[in-house]
């Protein structure tokens, strides 16, 4: 048994970029069918990101998504940056008049899936057997096995590759080239059942190490400790855990973190990656499939609904024309803000934690940098600007 489908977008990978982008051709008049590998139970219980740029939720807004941030979420004025134990408030609002919203990414992708299904969307989850067909075609497509165990066979006019960070979609593009650095570090993360320590970010640079001290709900917590990708932390204590995660953000104003019950483990290696070109033919590369940044600057997300906010409308265009040409400059205006997002994902990175084999010297010159941008209203802008995100007349958005 095989079934055909016959849309205009066919989108691979519905996670936020994917079904972002379905939505927008939904709002837009264009039909599309998005597949995933993953249920939709598994991407719903799969944590990730926190962090939306005012952008990011505009969108779920302007798209009619859903307004649920303004009730769950949390809207932060800005961000602690703790050196060896001494807090250096940024305060977005001041330094640039912006701010940013603490919503998950499971929040964020339960939202679009609802809005997907309230609209009568074609969304199928739980697919294998995923083989792409005719890329380089006027009729590319896909064959799967669907939930069901039936092969379905999807033929589009246009093909969005929004597979994640191991994408196969990639190789639709020919001779493109792949930018990659990897990180001699990584973080390992928790989810905890605890009351929130405090009422933003904390990025903890200190002499064992990073870690980032993250909220969930008022009693979910999440935070992170950098490690040495083949640490075996799965095996520590939850006290050992927790009197390291201390250690790191100790100092003199006594600061204490709240502990509790830890309930989910997960190491995450640091990479930076991007794709290039994103856009060939019939085809368009999205979000982490393009490119992935290391999560220090939270711009892995952020940047994923920005292709979104830029392919979209192109893509709308080029689909009620039958005219790749309508979707030229996609590569042009979002590779300029991928570039961007990878500086200063890196700059972050580099700057607050410290290298396994940093000697005294690289230690304190990484220091003088921290004092160098936190000590000034410059640096402490620079920064607020890129993390509360680029104002339009700065990244063309
Ligand atoms: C553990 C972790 C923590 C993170 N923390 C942060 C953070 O704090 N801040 C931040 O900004 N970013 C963070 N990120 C990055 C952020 O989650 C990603 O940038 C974001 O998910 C990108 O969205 P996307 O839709 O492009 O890709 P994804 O969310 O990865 O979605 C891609 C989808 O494609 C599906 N797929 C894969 N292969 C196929 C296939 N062959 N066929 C069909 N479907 C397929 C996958 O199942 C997936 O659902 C984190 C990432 C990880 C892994």
Redesign the pocket.
Known sequence: MSETTRTQVLI????????MISQMLHNRGVESVA????TRE??EN??????LEAKAVRMLEDENVSQRFRTDGYEHDGTDIRVRGISNRISFKDLVGASVWLYP?TDV?IDLANARERDGGDVRFG?SD?ELLDGDSDNPGVR?TDAAGTTQEVRADFVVG????????RALIPGATQYFREYPFA?F?IMAEAPMSYDELIYASSDRGFALI?QRTPTVQRMYLQCNPSDDMHNWSEDQLWDEFQARVAGPDGFELKTGPIFER?L?PFRSFVQQPMQHGRVSL????AH??P?T????????LS?ARVLAPRLAEAAKANDPAKLADYEEIAVKRVWRAQNFSYWMTTMLHSLPDENPFDRMRRLGELEMVLGHESGRRHLAEAYAGWPNEVDGL
């Open positions: 691979i990978g519905a996670g936020p970029a994917g079904l597949i995933d590998i993953r598994e991407i799969t944590h990730r990101a926190g962090i990414q992708f697919v995923v799967f929004s597979d994640g960070s191991r994408s196969i979609c973080w993360g993250s997960t995450l999205a979000g982490d499939a992935t940044v999560p600057g939270a711009r892995g997300l952020n940047l994923a292709d």
